[in-house]
T-cell receptor, first 110, second 113 residues
Framework: GQQVMQIPQYQHVQEGEDFTTYCNSS?????IQWYKQRPGGHPVFLIQ?????EVKKQKRLTFQFGEAKKNSSLHITATQTTDVGTYFC??????????FGTGTRLTIIP | DAGVIQSPRHEVTEMGQEVTLRCKPI?????LFWYRQTMMRGLELLIY????????DSGMPEDRFSAKMPNASFSTLKIQPSEPRDSAVYFC???????????FGAGTRLSVL
C-alpha cells in the first residue's frame, strides 16, 4: 500500500539548535503537505509542496520536496520554545485523501 | 470563520455503550475526513466523504464503527458497542475542492472504561 515514513520519531534539542525531520514515500507523490500539532492540540496546516525539487521558506522553517517527488524534509533553524510540537508530513497520491507520516515530536530544552 | 466544529470535546463512557461523535465542517467545504489518533498507531484515516458520499471507508476498524453524512454541514461517527481499545482522540477535518489542504477540528477525546 501507499505508505509515508517519517524519521526521527522523537527529537530533543537545546533551544537555539537546528532541527530536521525527514519524510519518505514508497511511490511518487502528487504533492506533500506539512502539519504541526501542538501538545493537546490538533494538526494545523503549514505548507504544501507540489513541484519536483521545490523549496519553500517560512521564516525559520525551510521545506524541501525531492527531485523524484518521493521524499521531503522540514528544517527549523535556531529553534525556539514556540516550535515545540509534533510535525507531520502528509502525502497525497492523486486523490482527496492524505497519508500522514508517523510524526516527529520535537521537544526544546531551554 | 468558525472552523471545523466537533462535539463533544471529551467523552467518558463504559464498555458496551454507544458513542456518537459529531462534526460540522467549514461551510463550503465538500470533503470531510474522520481520523483516530493514538500513541501506538499515530493518525489514522477512518473514512472520508466527498459531496456527502462515503468514498473510502477502508480505515474503519470493524463493524462496530459507522459514519454518516446526511447533509453538507453535518457528519457523525458512531461506535456501538464501544470497547476500551477505542479510547483515542478522534479528529474531523474538511477540505475544499482539489486543494487537499485539510482543516482539523479540535478533536473529541474518548475514554472507554
Amino acid at each position: 500500500g501507499q505508505q509515508v515514513m517519517q524519521i526521527p520519531q522523537y527529537q530533543h534539542v537545546q533551544e537555539g539548535e537546528d532541527f530536521t525531520t525527514y519524510c519518505n514515500s514508497s511511490t511518487t507523490l502528487s504533492n506533500i503537505q506539512w502539519y504541526k500539532q501542538r501538545p493537546g492540540g490538533h494538526p494545523v496546516f503549514l505548507i504544501q509542496l507540489v513541484k519536483s525539487g521545490e523549496v519553500k521558506k517560512q521564516k525559520r522553517l525551510t521545506f524541501q520536496f525531492g527531485e523524484a517527488k518521493k521524499n521531503s524534509s522540514l528544517h527549523i533553524t535556531a529553534t525556539q520554545t514556540t516550535d515545540v510540537g509534533t510535525y507531520f508530513c502528509a502525502g497525497n497520491f492523486g486523490n482527496e485523501k492524505l497519508t500522514f507520516g508517523t510524526g516527529t515530536r520535537l521537544t526544546i530544552i531551554p | 470563520d468558525a472552523g471545523v466544529i466537533q462535539s463533544p470535546r471529551h467523552e467518558v463512557t463504559e464498555m458496551g455503550q454507544e458513542v456518537t461523535l459529531r462534526c460540522k465542517p467549514i461551510s463550503g467545504h465538500n470533503s470531510l475526513f474522520w481520523y483516530r489518533q493514538t500513541m501506538m498507531r499515530g493518525l489514522e484515516l477512518l473514512i472520508y466523504f466527498n459531496n456527502n458520499v462515503p468514498i473510502d471507508d477502508s480505515g474503519m476498524p470493524e463493524d462496530r464503527f459507522s459514519a454518516k453524512m446526511p447533509n453538507a454541514s453535518f457528519s457523525t461517527l458512531k461506535i456501538q458497542p464501544s470497547e476500551p481499545r477505542d479510547s483515542a482522540v478522534y479528529f474531523c477535518a474538511s477540505s475544499f475542492g482539489g486543494s487537499n489542504i485539510q482543516y482539523f477540528g479540535a478533536g473529541t477525546r474518548l475514554s472507554v472504561l
